[in-house]
């Protein structure tokens, strides 16, 4: 029997990398996209052939529970994978209820949309290291108590502890990925790592002189998004559901990020970083870095990719399509 998965969040970076992997293992794969004239497909555009994306039977919100029922019912997918959530940091600060809306509430409609319809459906949760925030201790394992620092972190431990309550209380195989900052040329130019990559191939082109940025001195547990789609899928493949950390073990500043970057282009940081106040956090998460010892030992899983080489990718790719766009206007 082929496998049926369903991705929300499918046109985001990891629903492409996760989609990439799903379609390589033989699944069927249905991507939920919430109907607006202004869907961006870029991302998914090289697989999109081979993918349901209807926009009548696929089209779903997680603010409205019905049109979640409604694509289960359509599709009956073997696996959901939510991955779709408000999930920019600084917009949860300007739209904290909308980021608890879609974040926090959107994991229960969609649980509960599961329960009623098929509970034999496996889930998948994307949590995330913000949900650590005021870190209570270092490494973060499984069992690091949460202190989120942002609306963002907030909406995640909900989405997360519903999530247990549902494999708890409805006996669903419902599990959570608790992963690290993962990045990758498909980011959003609106997360730091790809603002840096793409701020340095704009400055090597010429086309800009500086990059301006906010705490430099915040760290990180900075993994490729590639790799960690793969903890997804075998979190799901396992007898027993669980919540595991998914990171690198490995702690990187923001500082050291440009370094690198603009060190692979012959250039210097200092010379082109400028400290701007608005881009600092009311509330900052100073030091996160995880443990993934459960994930290695339970699931198999390792990172392939080093933090030098998830950077000079993202640099390199960044160049590639600067360089590409201006061959395109000449």
């Given at each position: 029997?082929?496998?049926?998965?369903?991705?929300?969040?499918?046109?985001?970076?990891?629903?492409?990398?996760?989609?990439?992997?799903?379609?390589?293992?033989?699944?069927?794969?249905?991507?939920?996209?919430?109907?607006?004239?202004?869907?961006?497909?870029?991302?998914?555009?090289?697989?999109?052939?081979?993918?349901?994306?209807?926009?009548?039977?696929?089209s779903g919100d997680l603010l409205d529970e019905a049109s979640l029922i409604s694509i289960l019912r359509e599709y009956r997918p073997h696996e959901v994978y939510n991955l779709a959530a408000q999930s920019f940091v600084q917009t949860s600060f300007n739209q904290p209820v909308l980021t608890g809306e879609i974040t926090a509430l959107g994991v229960t409609r969609l649980l509960d949309a599961i329960r009623i319809v098929d509970p034999g459906v496996r889930f998948y949760q994307a949590s995330s290291s913000e949900m650590f925030g005021k870190v209570q201790e270092v490494p973060q394992t499984e069992r690091t108590p949460f202190h989120p620092r942002s609306p963002y972190g907030v909406a995640k431990v909900y989405g997360?502890?519903?999530?247990?309550?549902?494999?708890?209380?409805?006996?669903?195989?419902?599990?959570?990925?608790?992963l690290f900052n993962h990045e990758s040329p498909r980011r959003g130019l609106e997360f730091l790592p790809r603002k840096v990559s793409h701020g340095v191939a704009k400055i090597k082109l010429g086309l800009e002189t500086e990059l301006r940025l906010g705490n430099l001195g915040a760290e990180r547990d900075w993994g490729f998004a590639g790799d960690y789609v793969e903890a997804m899928w075998l979190m799901l493949q396992q007898d027993e559901p669980g919540d595991y950390v998914v990171a690198t073990g490995e702690t990187h500043s923001v500082r050291s990020f440009c370094e690198i970057a603009f060190g692979h282009v012959g250039l210097h940081w200092e010379d082109h970083v400028v400290i701007d106040q608005k881009f600092m956090r009311?509330?900052?998460?100073?030091?996160?870095?995880?443990?993934?010892?459960?994930?290695?030992?339970?699931?198999?899983?390792?990172?392939?990719?080093?933090f030098p080489d998830l950077v000079t990718m993202m640099v390199d790719a960044d160049i590639e399509l600067l360089t590409g766009r201006l061959r395109g206007i000449s």
């Open positions: 029997m082929t496998q049926r998965a369903l991705i929300t969040g499918i046109t985001g970076q990891d629903g492409s990398y996760l989609a990439e992997l799903l379609l390589d293992k033989g699944y069927e794969v249905i991507g939920m996209v919430r109907r607006s004239s202004t869907t961006n497909f870029e991302r998914i555009a090289h697989i999109q052939d081979r993918l349901v994306l209807d926009p009548y039977t696929a997360h502890w519903i999530t247990v309550n549902y494999r708890e209380s409805y006996d669903l195989h419902a599990s959570s990925g608790i009311p509330a900052e998460v100073d030091l996160l870095i995880g443990d993934p010892t459960l994930a290695e030992k339970a699931l198999g899983w390792h990172r392939r990719t080093s």
